[in-house]
C-alpha cells in the first residue's frame, strides 16, 4: 500500500470543496423548508394555547381571572399577565383591533411568542414568551452541522477502511509468498530469507507512513477547522446583517479564504519536499549573500530584533531559492522568540558547512525538541510575540536541508545568548 503526502492534500481539499458545497445547499435550500415547518409548527402550537385560554375563560367572571390567570400560567410554563389594552405595544393594538373586527376572542402575536384572550373592550389575558419544542424545530437549528458530521465521518469511515483492507492484502500476499516457495538449495534460501526481511522492512516502512499520514491528516483538518468555522459564522450571520456589518463579514471571509490558500500552498510545498519530486537546482553562491537576502525580508515583522550576521564568506553550491526559503523559516522563527537579539554565523568543520543561529529568547519548552520538526507542532503560543504560521516552517525547513544532503538540529544547554539554538550543516561543495 502506497499512500502519499499529494494524495492526502488532495483528498483534504475535495472533502473541504464537499462541505462548502454541501453547506452552501443546506443554508440555501433545505434549512429554510425545515425553518418554514417549524414556524407552522410553532404557530399552530400558540393557537392552541389560545383555544385553551377561551377555553379556561368563557364565560368567567372578573373575580375569577387572576386565579384563572395563574393556573394557565403553570400549566404551559409561562408568564400570565391581566393587562390593559392602551399598555399594548402598537403592533399588538393592531392585532387587537383586527381581533375585534373579525370577532374573535382571541388573537396571537408570534414575533414573541404571545398568546392573547380578550376579556372585554379593555383588558386582556396575555401569556408571553409560550415555550414551544419540536423534532423540526431542533432540526432546522442543526441540520447544518449533522449534515457536515455525517460527511466527514463517512469519509473517516471509507478512508479507514481502505487502509485496512489494503494491510490486509498485503500481510494476506506476503503469507502466501511464504507457503508457495519451495527452496532448492542453500543459496535460494538465501534469497528468500532476504526477500522476506526484505518485505518485512517494507511493511514496516508502510505502518510508519500509514502513521505518518493519519497524524497529518489529523493535522489538516484541525488547520482547516478554524478557518471554516469563520466562513460557517459568517454565512450564518450574512443575510441578517446590515450593510456595514456585511462589509466586515465578507472581508472576515476572505481573510479566511486567504488562510485556507496560503495554507494549502505550504502543505503542497511539504508535500513535494518529501515525496521527492523535488529537483535542485545547484548554483554557485555566496551563504551571507543569502542570509541576508532572507534577513531582509524578516526584520521588517520583527522591527524590535536586531539580526546580526557574522561575516564568513563561503562559497558553495546550492539550490538558491531552496536555502533562501530554509533562511526565511528559521529566521522568523527566531524572531518570533527572541527578546531583542538574534545571531547568525557560519563556519567550515570537517568539510561541512555549519550554520548556527541563535537567539535571547525563553528557548524551546521540555518535551518540544524531538517533535519541533514535525508538521504542525507549535511551540507554546504565550512565548511567542505573534501567532502566525501553520506550523510547517520548521518541517519544511529539515526537509530543505535532507535535499541537500544536509542536516538541521537543535543545540540544546547551547552557553550562547540563552534561547534556541539552531544548526545547519551542509556538505562543502567548493566552486
Known sequence: ?????????????????????????????????????????????????????????????????????????????????????????????????????????????????????????????????????????????????????????????????????????????????????????????????????????????????LNLQRDLLHGVAHEFRSPMARIQFALDMLEDAQEQDRQDLTKSMQKALLGLDDLVKELLSYARLKDGSTVLNLEPCVLTDLIRQAQKQIEVFYPGIKFELKNSPIETEVDTHLLTRLFINILRNAGRFAKSKCEISLFIECDSIHCIVEDDGIGIPPGKVTRIFEPFTRLDPSRSRDSGGCGLGLAIARSIAHLHDGELTVIEKHQGLGGACFCLALPFNPR
Open 1 to 209: 500500500m502506497q499512500l502519499n503526502l499529494r494524495k492526502i492534500v488532495v483528498g483534504a481539499l475535495f472533502l473541504l470543496l464537499c462541505n462548502l458545497v454541501t453547506a452552501h445547499v443546506t443554508y440555501h435550500y433545505a434549512q429554510p423548508v425545515l425553518v418554514e415547518r417549524a414556524i407552522d409548527e410553532w404557530e399552530a402550537h400558540l393557537y392552541e394555547v389560545a383555544d385553551d385560554l377561551e377555553t379556561v375563560f368563557t364565560n368567567s367572571s372578573a373575580t375569577h381571572w387572576e386565579r384563572k390567570a395563574l393556573k394557565v400560567s403553570d400549566r404551559h410554563g409561562s408568564d400570565a399577565y391581566i393587562v390593559l389594552v392602551e399598555n399594548l405595544t402598537a403592533y399588538e393594538q393592531d392585532l387587537f383591533s383586527s381581533a375585534l373586527l373579525d370577532e374573535q376572542n382571541s388573537f396571537i402575536d408570534i414575533s414573541t411568542s404571545s398568546v392573547f384572550y380578550i376579556l372585554d373592550q379593555q383588558q386582556l389575558v396575555m401569556l408571553e414568551n409560550v415555550y414551544f419544542d419540536s423534532v423540526m424545530s431542533w432540526l432546522s437549528d442543526w441540520l447544518l452541522w449533522l449534515v457536515a458530521s455525517v460527511i466527514n465521518l463517512g469519509a473517516l469511515a471509507l478512508f479507514t477502511f481502505y487502509c485496512w483492507s489494503e494491510q490486509k492484502r498485503l500481510a494476506n500476499n506476503i503469507a502466501n509468498l511464504n507457503e508457495k516457495i519451495s527452496p532448492r538449495s542453500s543459496s535460494i534460501d538465501e534469497q528468500i530469507v532476504q526477500i522476506k526481511h526484505y518485505l518485512s522492512d517494507i511493511s514496516a516502512q508502510n505502518q510508519t507512513q
